[in-house]
């Protein structure tokens, strides 16, 4: 193969998977399967109060280097590198997140961070990122809805809507999700929205992006700037209660591992079936980070985060 960048190698050694030419739809999922074995969907960094500002030097110290996992604007934005480099016309947007539980609303105007390729003048969307609803495979946009892609979680489309209002965007498509044929639960096998989303407002991801106040003007990057939607979420989805989820497999079969502060779970892909462990209040960061490390290989927290305090105190 033609000479791979030090950050191509890297990233190669990062998901396990031997160096080759990265060139055709297959080979990206290929990728995509190898990030969805290695990388956690986590908000570590966000609970304990230990973030910093994000450009891809620093994506590459915190997910590369040292082995941490993210959310979306870190995950997704360090595969949008890797396929550029191999010369994959591709760029990244941002979309809204509706409200996996509820379906009721939108979580974060313009949170989720999402690649879209151009190959062969067809449009594809790559994401690594949306928790562990994961297609492992470029999706394709269609108008209709009509291409649909399976893995091992699930059933994933893409379809054009009017009059898709988030915030002051009004986007164009949304992806589409629902789980395999042979979930238990019925209602798991309906179409649900996932995101939405614009695939042509793509955002410069080397361009500084100021924002001006009343008292001051910055400059940032867009990853830093959805990092802070999260942050300051009033709901405060993803910036108090600790989550780290990702999907395994046991050598016969997949399912979601998903850790929390007071449990974890393991929901097998096929059926939907549920395995809990759930902690003793004063021993719950210590079981914590016990799962952390094996079974997600991430580093174990050092800083205790509020939430497990609060929970010893009700003791």
């Known amino acids: 193969m033609d000479t791979v960048s030090d950050y191509q190698l890297q990233f190669f050694k990062r998901i396990e998977m031997k160096p080759k030419p990265i060139e055709t ?4 999922s290929d990728v995509m399967r ?10 570590l ?12 030097d620093v994506l590459i110290k915190q997910v590369i280097c040292n082995k941490q996992g993210g959310l979306c604007y870190k995950i997704n934005t360090l595969l949008y590198h890797f396929l550029l480099e191999f010369g994959f016309n591709i760029h990244i947007i941002r ?3 509706e409200n996996q539980e509820t379906h009721s609303h939108w979580n974060l105007p313009t949170g989720h961070m999402i690649n879209i390729i151009n190959f062969e003048n067809r449009l594809y969307v790559v994401d690594v990122a949306f928790g562990c609803n994961l297609s492992l495979r470029p999706i394709p946009i269609t108008d209709d809805g009509s291409e649909v892609v399976e893995s091992c979680t ?18 164009t498509h949304i992806l589409e ?21 614009d695939p042509l407002l793509a955002i410069d991801n080397n361009e500084k992006t100021t924002i001006t106040t009343t008292t ?18 009033p709901t405060k989805e993803f910036s108090t209660k600790p989550l780290a989820t990702k999907i395994v497999n046991d050598g016969s079969s997949y399912s979601i591992a998903t850790l929390t502060a007071n449990s974890f779970t393991l929901t097998d892909c096929k059926t939907g ?11 719950s960061f210590e079981q914590f980070n016990q799962h952390l490390v094996s079974i997600f290989n991430l580093p174990p927290l050092k800083t205790i985060p509020p939430i497990f305090l609060n929970q010893e105190k009700t003791e």
């Open 154 to 171: 699930g059933l994933y489309r893409v379809r054009k809507v009017e009059n898709c209002v988030s915030g002051k965007y009004n986007y």
């Open 95 to 97: 979309g809204s997140v």
């Open 45 to 56: 960094d966000i609970v304990s109060n230990s973030c910093e500002p994000l450009n891809k």
């Open 216 to 233: 001051t003007t910055t400059t940032t990057t867009h990853q830093t700037i959805v990092q802070q939607l999260v942050i300051d979420d």
């Open 34 to 43: 190898a990030c969805s074995k290695v990388f956690s969907f986590e908000n």
């Open 177 to 197: 999700h629902r789980k395999l044929d042979s979930f238990l639960i019925e209602s798991g096998k309906t179409w649900v929205t996932g995101y939405a989303f």
């Open 273 to 283: 079936q549920k395995t809990k462990t759930n902690f003793t209040n004063d021993k």
């Open 25 to 28: 739809l297959d080979d990206v």
